[in-house]
């Protein structure tokens, strides 16, 4: 598969366990693999994508159903440990993903979908429609961040 061509997933449903094995060596790589469970995985009304070629998992996120503090979005939802192997970046798989997990969220009413986006990721969000709001900030021992939203 060269660079930069897009392959479709097969993206669908997975359990919150499912997420680690990708979450782990993408965004919580050197520390210990309970740092992947993140608040509110187990609730029933947060719900967990993968991306699928073949049968390995190469890309997932999760969605929850709460709001932004300070920004109050109208019928929201928050996107966290959204994460792609990185063998597999740069072939559409990230996007994918998001895609289909926004087309759940609109089966499920809600209208806004908002993340604390790592500053490295915003280019790939901006290009997908998502909006900064608010200042740069700092998740501790994960490093700088904006606020992003998107009308879905």
Known sequence: MG???VTTLVSKLITAEET????HPVLRKGRPIATCMLAGDELSDT????GFLEDKLVAVASFYNTNHADHKFTEAAQLRGMAVLDEYHGHGFGKQLLLFGE???????????????RVSAVGFY????YHKVGPIFEIPLVGEHYVMFKKI
């Open 103 to 117: 087309e759940l969220l609109k089966k499920k009413e809600k209208t806004t979908v908002w993340m604390n986006a």
């Open 3 to 5: 660079k930069n061509t």
């Open 47 to 50: 719900f967990h994508v993968g």
């Open 126 to 129: 901006t290009n997908l429609g």
């Open 20 to 23: 680690y094995p990708v979450r």
